[in-house]
């Protein structure tokens, strides 16, 4: 089973854009029963806060949606032996505990913000995705139930 820390900002696009590229991975994931997502307890408040505040949406809404993905959730006191050592990777303060996740995991990370977890490219410790390496992973490790016609998936 492949495990793979989300970033908050993946479930955001996912649900602003439900014809994008996130979503038709996240679609990949959940009819895929080789890929586990897991997030930093964080995450709810920050996906909430985003999604209430950006797009009006109820916390009873966010859960629904959010209980469609089947995100374990990690705890800080399970990642926070790899709190030090994930500060030395990545300099946003809130993407800290994404990073401490996948180093207890020893997953990689899918975000969207190629600002911050730029960084990342270099490191021999943590592999980051944005969408598009995301998916040439999963069609050279044949997890291709993802529909590739979408251009923005291949380019």
Request: hydrophobic content about 40%.
């Amino acid at each position: 089973m492949i495990h793979l820390v989300i970033d908050t900002n993946i479930i955001y696009s996912a649900i602003y854009n439900k014809n994008g590229i996130e979503r038709q991975l996240l679609n990949c994931i959940i009819d895929n029963n080789e890929i586990q997502l897991f997030a930093p307890a964080i995450f709810w408040d920050e996906i909430l806060r985003n999604l209430s505040k950006k797009l009006n949406f109820q916390e009873e809404t966010v859960n629904s949606i959010l209980s469609q993905f089947d995100i374990i959730e990690i705890s800080p006191k399970q990642y926070e032996p790899k709190i030090v050592e994930a500060r030395s990777l990545i300099f946003h303060e809130n993407d800290i505990p994404f990073v401490a996740c996948a180093l207890f995991l020893n997953a990689p990370i899918w975000s969207g913000n190629e600002t911050h977890f730029k960084a990342l490219d270099k490191s021999k410790k943590v592999i980051w995705f944005n969408s598009k390496r995301l998916n040439n992973f999963f069609k050279k490790n044949t997890i291709d139930k993802l529909d590739t016609d979408d251009d923005r998936l291949t380019k």
